[in-house]
């Protein structure tokens, strides 16, 4: 009985043990597509489609547009963690799930000044 429960345990940590692999690394695979539905709430700070603001200093608000998606999640994981502190992207970042995260990165780094929906201000 005590050997199974340990089993349990074990497995356990072995499954969050791969749920810490694939934030770190990129077993999650971010769809961009999936992406560009979730980004909704970002666009108010970080950018409206078609729109550049042309005093971006002002907003002091970082282009997410053609961003490394490493980077992206990254910046992500930290707020959701409290590693970086921002309040508002603190609790915007502990509502996304570590696929919301990756999908989300991989939408910004696929965008380019040229793109269509470009989230880019
Ligand atoms: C209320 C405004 C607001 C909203 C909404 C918002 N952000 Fe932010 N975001 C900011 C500000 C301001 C910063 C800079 C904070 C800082 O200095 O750490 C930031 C920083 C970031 C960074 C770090 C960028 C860098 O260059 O370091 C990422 C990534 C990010 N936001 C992603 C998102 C995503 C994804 C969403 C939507 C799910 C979102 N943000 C929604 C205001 C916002």
Do not use: W
Request: proline share 3%; charged share 20%.
């Amino acid at each position: 009985m005590k050997k199974i429960v340990g089993k349990r345990v074990m497995l356990g940590v072995v499954t969050a043990l791969a749920g810490f692999a694939a934030t770190a690394h990129a077993d999650v695979v971010g769809d961009a597509k999936a992406g560009q539905g979730k980004v909704a709430m970002c666009i108010g700070c970080h950018g409206i489609p078609d729109y550049r603001t042309a005093y971006p200093e002002v907003y002091h608000v970082p282009i997410l547009g053609g961003q490394n998606a490493q980077y992206i999640q990254n910046a992500l994981h930290g707020y959701k963690k409290g590693d970086r502190h921002f309040e508002t992207m603190h609790a915007i970042a502990t509502t996304l799930t570590d696929q919301d995260i990756a999908d989300i990165a991989a939408y910004y780094a696929s965008q380019t000044a040229t793109s269509k929906n470009n989230p880019e201000k």
